[in-house]
């Protein structure tokens, strides 16, 4: 959904190829500060990024992945300038936010969580709209910047001019997988609490979703420089 608006040109039409059958999950990401930065919110992260300018670095795992894309909202967002610093993965991303060489990294809150709760980072902030049940201490970045809302999101789609009876027997049968699994709770205990939500939505709900994140995503991809990427197939 969002190669459109990151890369330079891309095989395939959101709308004409494609039709939105359910929201399946949202994943909340993590704002996670080196240890050793005088930084323990968003409102000190604005801060000390005011004062210290492009000399302040974040992490971005892949160009134009989601947590870029986070990463660009947030510096949009906050009014503020960083550095984006681009690493082949985020395993190279988090060794370098581990041992200091990096101020922040913006990613899916499952892989910051160990290492926050063992004191070797710290998670400032999380993306969602409300705080998130595996870390309930952590405020989101909205109580600091109304509006500021992100999440790396699934869905199920299907090609277009699909008839009418499908999308609806695809919805019952993930309704009945999460009714299977325990419900809502169920699943999310089974996904280790990598999701916010877990549910099985008709497609209106999609296209709302995807319609106000693609104003946003695109306006920070066009002002981060980030919307001529090269499409690689195959």
Same mark, same amino acid.
């Given at each position: 959904v969002?190669?459109p608006? !990151?890369?330079?040109?891309?095989?395939?039409?959101?709308?004409?190829?494609?039709v939105?059958?359910? =929201?399946?999950?949202?994943?909340?990401?993590?704002?996670? #500060?080196?240890?050793?930065?005088?930084?323990?919110?968003?409102?000190?992260?604005?801060?000390?990024?005011?004062? $210290?300018?492009?000399?302040?670095t974040?992490?971005?795992?892949?160009?134009?992945?989601?947590?870029h894309l986070?990463?660009?909202? =947030?510096k949009?967002?906050?009014?503020?300038?960083? !550095?984006?610093v681009? /690493?082949?993965?985020?395993a190279?991303a988090?060794q370098?936010? =581990?041992?200091?060489?990096?101020?922040?990294?913006?990613?899916?809150?499952?892989?910051?969580?160990? /290492?926050?709760?063992?004191?070797?980072?710290?998670?400032?902030?999380?993306?969602?709209? !409300?705080?998130?049940? $595996?870390l309930?201490?952590?405020? !989101?970045?909205?109580?600091?910047?109304?509006? /500021?809302?992100? /999440? %790396?999101?699934?869905?199920?789609?299907?090609?277009?001019?699909?008839?009418?009876? #499908?999308?609806?027997m695809?919805?019952?049968?993930?309704? $009945?997988? #999460?009714?299977?699994d325990?419900?809502i709770?169920g699943v999310?205990?089974?996904?280790?609490?990598s999701? %916010?939500? #877990?549910?099985?939505?008709?497609?209106?709900?999609?296209?709302?979703?995807?319609?106000? =994140?693609?104003v946003?995503?695109a306006?920070?991809a066009?002002?981060?420089?980030?919307?001529?990427?090269?499409?690689?197939?195959?």
């Amino acid at each position: 959904v969002t190669a459109p608006m !990151t890369m330079k040109a891309v095989p395939y039409g959101i709308e004409k190829d494609f039709v939105p059958i359910s =929201l399946v999950a949202k994943a909340p990401l993590s704002v996670a #500060i080196a240890k050793d930065l005088p930084v323990t919110d968003i409102k000190s992260l604005i801060a000390y990024a005011k004062a $210290n300018g492009s000399k302040t670095t974040f992490a971005v795992g892949s160009i134009g992945s989601a947590g870029h894309l986070a990463t660009e909202l =947030l510096k949009r967002a906050g009014g503020i300038d960083y !550095t984006v610093v681009p /690493y082949k993965g985020t395993a190279p991303a988090f060794q370098d936010l =581990l041992g200091g060489r990096i101020d922040g990294f913006i990613d899916p809150i499952l892989g910051s969580l160990a /290492y926050h709760k063992a004191g070797q980072l710290r998670v400032v902030a999380v993306t969602s709209g !409300t705080r998130t049940p $595996n870390l309930p201490d952590v405020p !989101t970045v909205a109580e600091t910047i109304p509006g /500021y809302e992100f /999440y %790396s999101w699934y869905g199920l789609w299907g090609p277009a001019k699909l008839p009418d009876d #499908i999308p609806v027997m695809v919805l019952g049968a993930a309704s $009945n997988v #999460i009714i299977r699994d325990g419900g809502i709770p169920g699943v999310v205990v089974r996904l280790g609490r990598s999701f %916010s939500e #877990i549910t099985a939505e008709p497609d209106h709900r999609m296209r709302v979703g995807t319609g106000v =994140l693609d104003v946003r995503v695109a306006r920070a991809a066009r002002d981060a420089g980030i919307a001529g990427l090269e499409f690689l197939s195959g």
